[in-house]
């Protein structure tokens, strides 16, 4: 059994929480905190498996406690409850930031369709943040023909190397993934690159903070990114990445131009596409059903990339847990040539992405988090 701490200043979204966590297999809402003083002295004082914590506490702030627990050495999978409110989703994209497996955003109503939305993405978070397999869902609503998920098992989430974390109980350990042999459809990229495009999901947030500050101030071609991450959250991502960046990190608009040298980070609930007008590299932001359960979906984002005229392109793949990008990437290989990078397990949150394209034989090169910029820069000659 999963213990889980349920932290929120509000007696009803406690309340609801604990109901949640109740009914779903193998795990129990333990104990629950109103305020961050007590979430701290419970956590240090108590065993957990993980914990749902209000980002936005009275007096001490989830973010703080987040903060003061990595300081002090408590390692503990921590899902961040978000409002849609300005300030709470600041403080939540900090947190994931600095440690926080996942976000969910807290519904408006506390019942009929709201809350079976936010009942459902509190049962994945916490799925995720025990290292237990997510369930899967029923089939996207109007999936691409040629996007499928791949089949693979999620595995224990490994936070990068700066944080310490608890091993959660019961959970078979993933032996490491052998040497694959790049199998490509098509010569690897060569010459001039068009576009560096990037997929992430669980971890990501983290990831991304470390690694694109690492990057030089001119790489000559724009980058692309999904990240997934609900609606409202990702302008405050590429906001807090810019304050540290060489490159300019923006959200990305529907219909704007892609500028080298500038990073786009597809919007929160949003699907993100890459066309070409005039010879020029546009951006498609929309608002289509989930694909595969995911909008942005980074199958989505890899699919349109077999439409433009270049013929190289340069694909990252970063922590998170499922498959999305592995499907994407090979159909496109079938077009392009491409140099795939994918974020090594042992730097990972969760290896489920890297996995699924290391698996397929996609991937070209598997670098650390912490030098995956340094890859990109000698891939593209910078």
């Not at 690492?214 to 724009?222: A, D, N, S």
């Amino acid at each position: 059994m999963y213990n889980i701490l349920v932290v929120d200043d509000s007696a009803l979204m406690r309340k609801l929480m604990c109901d949640i966590i109740n009914s779903i297999q193998d795990f129990q809402a333990t104990d629950v905190c109103s305020d961050g003083e007590s979430a701290y002295r419970s956590l240090t004082n108590n065993q957990y498996d993980a914990v749902t914590m209000n980002m936005m506490l009275p007096r001490v702030t989830g973010l703080e406690v987040l903060k003061r627990l990595k300081e002090n050495g408590v390692a503990i999978p921590v899902v961040a409850i978000s409002s849609a409110v300005k300030e709470d989703r600041v403080l939540t994209v900090e947190a994931l930031e600095s440690g926080a497996i996942e976000c969910v955003l807290r519904p408006y109503r506390l019942a009929g369709p709201d809350k079976l939305s936010f009942s459902k993405e509190l049962d994945r978070a916490l799925h995720i943040a025990v290292g237990k397999p997510v369930m899967e869902e029923a089939a996207a609503v109007n999936p691409m023909p040629s996007v499928k998920p791949v089949n693979v098992k999620p595995v224990v989430p490994k936070p990068i190397p700066t944080q310490p974390r608890v091993e959660p109980k019961n959970v078979t350990p993933v032996m490491p993934v052998p040497n694959i042999p790049v199998k490509s459809v098509t010569p690897r990229a060569s010459g001039r690159y068009s576009l560096i495009a990037i997929a992430s999901s669980t971890g990501g947030p983290q990831a991304l903070h470390t690694m694109i500050p690492m990057l030089p101030e001119h790489v000559g071609i724009p980058i692309v990114i999904v990240q997934h991450m609900p609606k409202g959250f990702t302008a405050s991502l590429a906001e807090r990445i810019d304050s540290k960046a060489k490159l300019t990190v923006k959200e990305a608009e529907n219909g704007e131009r892609l500028l080298p040298d500038t990073v786009y980070i597809a919007p929160g609930g949003r699907h993100l596409q890459i066309q070409e007008n005039q010879g020029k590299l546009v951006a498609r932001v929309y608002d289509d059903p989930p694909v595969n359960n995911l909008r942005p979906c980074a199958d989505v984002m890899y699919e349109s990339l077999k439409d433009i005229s270049s013929d190289n392109i340069l694909c990252v793949v970063l922590t998170g847990m499922g498959a999305d990008g592995s499907k994407g990437i090979q159909s496109l290989r079938t077009k392009k040539k491409l140099y795939v990078i994918t974020q090594s397990e042992d730097t990972c949150v969760v290896y489920g992405m890297p996995k699924a394209t290391d698996l397929l034989g996609l991937s070209d090169q598997s670098a650390p988090i912490t030098g995956i910029a340094n890859a990109i820069v000698r891939e593209i000659g910078g």
